[in-house]
C-alpha cells in the first residue's frame, strides 16, 4: 500500500521546513507522494520540484486558499491546478493583498491593545513568509505577551478573540471556482474545525459543490471518536470525494507529523486516484 499526505506546510507560509527539507522528510517517511500546500502562495513549489528530482516522491502542486464565510475563516485546498497561468497568478495577488489588507489591520487592533507591534517588526522577523495567524501567535510567544500559542489564539488571535480580523472580499466560492478554471481539484479544508451546525455547514457545501468542489478533508490529523465518519457522511450527502491530510506544520504544530499526523494518520494513494478521476 502507497500513502501519501495532501495538506503540508513550508516555511513559505507557517511551516518550519523549507520545501526541500519536506522532500527529503517525505522521502525519508516512505511517502509516495505529498502536496505542498501553503497559505495562499505557490512560492515554494519550485524549490520542492526541484529537490525531488531523481528521487521516489511525487510532489503535488498545491495551496491552501484562506476565505471568508459569514465572518469566519473558511480554508479551501486545491491540488494539480495550472499555477503558472495568467488567470491564476492575476487572481492570487488580490487574494494576498486581501490578506495584507487583514494583517495591517490585525497590527492596528494589537497596538491599541497595547501589543508592541509594527509592519517593519513582523517583517524582520517573517520576512519571505506570507504572514498567517501563525506568525503573530508567534511573535506574541517570542515577546512575552502569551504563555504558548495556544494562548495566543485563544487570547488574542482566535475567530471569537478581541484582536481577530476576518478576510474580506475572498470567498470560498471565489477560490473553489478560480481552482477549477485553472484544472484544479478543490477541497474542503477540516471541515468540523469551523464549527458550523449542521444546516450551515449543508448550506456551505451545496454552495461550494454548485461551484466546483470536488473533494472534502475527511482524514485529518486532529480527528477523533466519530469526526471521520461525520465528514464521511457529509461527503456521501452531497456527492464529494473524500481527501485527507496532516496539516503538517513542523514545530509549529508539535505532535503532528508528516504523513501519520498523530500516529494514526493513513492516506492511500487510491484517494488521490479517486480524487483525479472525480475532476
Same mark, same amino acid.
Given at each position: ?93 488580490? +487574494?494576498?493583498? %486581501?490578506?495584507?489588507? =487583514? ?9 491599541? &491593545? @497595547?501589543? *508592541? ?85 449543508d448550506t456551505l457545501l451545496e454552495e461550494l459543490k454548485k ?14 471518536? +466519530?469526526?471521520? %465518519?461525520?465528514?464521511? =457522511? ?9 481527501? &485527507? @491530510?496532516? *496539516? ?32
Amino acid at each position: 500500500m502507497k500513502y501519501i499526505d495532501l495538506h503540508v506546510h513550508s516555511n513559505c507560509s507557517d511551516g518550519t521546513y523549507t520545501p526541500a527539507e519536506l522532500v527529503d522528510y517525505a522521502v525519508q517517511k516512505n511517502l509516495a507522494a505529498f502536496a505542498l500546500t501553503d497559505h495562499d502562495t505557490t512560492a515554494g513549489l519550485e524549490e520542492a520540484f526541484e529537490a525531488a528530482k531523481g528521487k521516489e516522491i511525487e510532489v503535488i502542486p498545491g495551496i491552501e486558499f484562506s476565505t471568508e464565510y459569514q465572518g469566519r475563516d473558511i480554508h479551501i485546498v486545491g491540488l494539480e491546478f495550472d499555477y503558472k497561468s495568467p488567470v491564476f497568478i492575476s487572481q492570487i495577488r488580490k +487574494f494576498q493583498d %486581501s490578506r495584507d489588507m =487583514r494583517n495591517r489591520k490585525m497590527i492596528q487592533k494589537l497596538r491599541e &491593545g @497595547g501589543v *508592541d507591534i509594527t509592519w517593519e517588526k513582523m517583517a524582520e522577523r517573517y520576512q519571505d513568509a506570507v504572514w498567517t495567524r501563525a506568525h503573530f501567535a508567534s511573535y506574541l510567544l517570542e515577546c512575552g505577551y502569551v504563555k504558548d500559542m495556544r494562548d495566543a489564539f485563544k487570547n488574542y488571535i482566535g475567530d471569537d478573540s478581541p484582536y481577530f480580523v476576518p478576510r474580506e472580499k475572498v470567498t470560498p466560492v471565489q477560490a473553489v471556482r478560480l481552482i477549477r478554471q485553472t484544472g484544479g481539484i478543490p477541497i474542503l479544508a477540516h471541515p468540523l474545525l469551523y464549527h458550523l451546525k449542521g444546516e450551515e455547514m449543508d448550506t456551505l457545501l451545496e454552495e461550494l459543490k454548485k461551484a466546483g468542489l470536488i473533494g472534502i478533508e475527511a482524514l485529518y490529523s486532529t480527528h477523533a471518536g +466519530f469526526d471521520e %465518519s461525520t465528514v464521511r =457522511r457529509m461527503a456521501r450527502l452531497h456527492g464529494l470525494q473524500i481527501s &485527507g @491530510g496532516s *496539516d503538517f506544520h513542523g514545530s509549529r504544530k508539535p505532535g503532528i507529523d508528516l504523513g501519520c499526523g498523530r500516529g494514526n494518520l493513513k492516506i492511500s494513494y487510491d484517494i488521490l486516484k479517486q480524487l483525479r478521476d472525480a475532476r
